[in-house]
């Protein structure tokens, strides 16, 4: 159905319709015009003629000169072309007892007899003459009869002598008409179709935003669109208006997605951190046991090498399984003493051995002037963790670049490497536990440092693409005591 095309091919299609409209309307109303201007130019220029030939006739009828009637009357109308004048088909001298003086066709309208006689038209009009002045000049239309009568009296010093009829056939100005509809059709067909281009181009230019927007809002509750072109939308009417609001509504719904997976990583992260912080708990009290019972064993126990080399086999087992629960156990108490550039420069003199190691360069930026009231311990442990995760992502003769600064009453810590892009399933569980295990930080560093970012209130961000990874931790600085 119409209804349902699109406003791509509709908004043209009618503005092609309205231009047709309107050059139908023009063209019909100029040939309505053209057609009364025709008949007018001939009734006033056969009434001229009329009048002229007329008072030539009036000496011809006081001196009954027939013959130079007949000449009289044949005169005017002696031309070969029709173009060059109107002319009249028929020209008949009536005498003032209404019978035929002289005329133009003596065959069909012989001297002296009624012509309503011999013509049932000629009877009509006189009959119609019947209703007028015999000496006022009258002209009158046969519609059904196609021919138009110019009755003009002939008149010496107010005595009526006779009257002229001249025949006009509708002819003489329907092929002036129709000529001037030829052309009249030929110029509207050349404004149509200089026209209609036009129509065409600015149809589609109307309906491009609304076609753009269309399309961008039926993606939406399946996806989020991409932001319309601006320059589709520009200027400040309503659709330029409804443009700009719809590209602010992706933008919020951009950022309402985001924080919606932001809100589902925390849940899960804290889910998991609850769960793990719940079986470290349970684990431990079996543990601490079995250590002291392997203590128990070293101490008292018989010391044949096979015992000796089984029970410090198990104790070492014990004291990893024992320090993998601790890092679980993350909890931030607050300390005394706040962090200060040599804990930053101590962090690096840790770090630097494994950086040395892949021959990878460390970009080093301690922005820690004064003491900055956040517990240090955890701001080294976080500093640490993400160097360590760094320097396992670099290749060797990579490039490491870690800066630390303080500035709108937070901490921030901020490093990048050069290793391989992070794909998007994997940053979604990049802080869960053993999601990236190393065999330095047993997949424990990032969940670790994210629930000591987690407890202290800050935030952490990465960001990965090829050849640049970025994470990003911003402490809130603690109120003084």
């Not at 309208?109 to 119609?128: C, F, H, N, R, T």
């Not at 997976?261 to 889910?271: E, F, G, H, I, P």
């Not at 003491?371 to 701001?379: G, K, M, Q, R």
């Amino acid at each position: 159905m119409l209804s349902d095309l699109s406003l791509r091919y509709k908004v043209p299609l009618r503005i092609s319709l309205l231009i047709l409209i309107v050059a139908l309307a023009v063209t019909v109303s100029l040939l309505a015009r053209s057609y009364l201007m025709f008949k007018q130019d001939l009734f006033i220029s056969s009434e001229n003629m009329g009048r002229i030939v007329a008072r030539t006739l009036t000496t011809a009828l006081l001196h009954d000169d027939v013959w130079k009637a007949y000449e009289i009357i044949n005169a005017p109308f002696s031309v070969d072309s029709k173009e060059a004048a109107l002319q009249a088909d028929t020209v008949i001298v009536l005498d003032k007892s209404e019978r035929v003086y002289v005329s133009t066709a003596p065959r069909q309208y012989p001297m002296l007899s009624d012509p309503a006689l011999k013509d049932d038209e000629i009877a009509i009009l006189k009959q119609k003459l019947s209703q007028h002045d015999p000496t006022s000049r009258v002209t009158i239309e046969m519609p059904g009869l196609g021919n138009i009568y110019v009755v003009t009296p002939i008149d010496s010093d107010g005595v009526l002598l006779g009257r002229l009829v001249m025949l006009y056939s509708h002819e003489i100005y329907i092929d002036r008409f129709l000529a001037f509809v030829r052309q009249a059709a030929m110029t509207a067909v050349l404004i149509i179709v200089l026209l209609l281009p036009f129509g065409v181009y600015w149809g589609q230019r109307l309906s491009a935003p609304l076609v753009e927007l269309s399309k961008s809002m039926g993606q939406v509750g399946s996806s989020i669109p991409q932001t319309p072109d601006s320059r589709i939308f520009k200027g400040g009417d309503e659709i330029g208006q409804l443009g700009a609001q719809f590209a602010r509504m992706i933008e919020q719904l951009r950022d309402k997605e985001a924080l919606e997976k932001q809100m589902v990583v925390s849940d899960r992260l804290a889910a998991i951190g609850r769960f793990t912080a719940g079986i470290a708990h349970e684990i431990n009290n079996p543990l601490g046991g079995l250590l002291n019972a392997t203590n128990t064993l070293q101490r008292h126990g018989a010391q044949d090498p096979l015992t000796c080399k089984t029970v410090s086999l198990l104790e070492r087992g014990l004291l990893q399984i024992k320090a993998t629960v601790a890092a679980l156990l993350v909890e931030a108490k607050p300390e005394v003493h706040p962090v200060t550039h040599q804990d930053i420069e101590d962090t690096r003199t840790l770090v630097m051995p494994a950086a040395q190691k892949k021959s990878a360069r460390l970009d080093w930026v301690n922005g820690i002037h004064q003491p900055a009231n956040v517990p240090s311990t955890y701001v080294r442990q976080i500093l640490i963790n993400l160097l360590l995760n760094s320097i396992d992502a670099v290749p060797n003769h990579g490039r490491i670049s870690c800066e630390v600064s303080t500035t709108d009453g937070v901490l921030r810590i901020a490093t990048y490497n050069e290793g391989e892009q992070i794909n998007n399933h994997d940053l979604e569980h990049l802080f869960e536990p053993f999601a990236s295990g190393t065999e330095s930080g047993r997949g424990l560093g990032l969940w670790v440092t994210y629930q000591i970012v987690n407890t202290l209130n800050g935030s952490i961000e990465v960001s990965s693409a090829e050849d640049d990874t970025q994470f990003v931790v911003t402490l809130p600085l603690q109120q003084a005591a």
